[in-house]
């Protein structure tokens, strides 16, 4: 059990440290980033490998570090609304992937999709409240634009990316798709 427990930590340490670095290949340029979303990639894997807990925690944590450490992107409203956004990644694909009654690609891409879409309205939410307290508006063209239609390289990349090192880790045996239940989640 402590061998399983320091394995998951150090994966999702692992999964914070790649986060923190790659946006750096996308030249911390904001429209590049908000086009391929480079840091939902480590947060969605953190979820499905190491369990809801620690993808929601990475998730949450893994903006705000980036704003204090390099100050992109900007605290307030952009990280805080990408830490609820990108908390809810790690924490939907947990759970959906872990209730999932065969752990294979089917179960893989609804969990995805489910939690893309989950973290998008969170995302939509956050950025309504924290722009309605600084008295700007976030409108519903806002919200299409920032959370699909800029964001299709990025879903697309994800769609294919994530599955596919999803499908290496299990040829090697490091993850493992199942045809039976095998994961219980105890919520506390």
């Not at 925690?57 to 893994?62: A, D, E, H, P, R």
């Not at 999709?113 to 950025?127: K, S």
């Not at 634009?145 to 299990?170: E, F, H, R, T």
């Amino acid at each position: 059990m402590k061998r399983e427990l320091t394995k998951i930590i150090t994966l999702s340490a692992m999964f914070l440290a790649i986060g923190l670095v790659l946006p750096f290949f996308t030249g911390q340029i904001k429209q590049i980033g908000n086009m391929l979303l480079p840091m939902h990639i480590p947060v969605l894997l953190c979820g499905l490998i190491c369990g809801w807990k620690y993808g929601a925690c990475i998730g949450f944590i893994l903006p705000l570090m980036r704003s204090a450490i390099f100050g992109m992107p900007v605290l307030f409203p952009n990280a805080v609304s990408m830490a609820l956004e990108l908390a809810a990644y790690g924490l939907v694909v947990g759970i959906v992937y872990g209730f999932s009654k065969w752990k294979c690609v089917i179960a893989l891409y609804r969990a995805l999709i489910i939690a893309m879409i989950t973290g998008r309205i969170v995302w939509g939410i956050a950025q309504l409240c924290f722009l309605g307290i600084t008295g700007n508006a976030f409108t519903w063209k806002a919200f299409i634009s920032g959370a699909v239609l800029n964001a299709i390289p990025g879903i697309i990349i994800q769609l294919i990316l994530i599955p596919a090192i999803m499908i290496a880790l299990d040829k090697t045996g490091l993850v493992k798709f199942q045809k039976k239940r095998a994961l219980k989640i105890e919520i506390q």
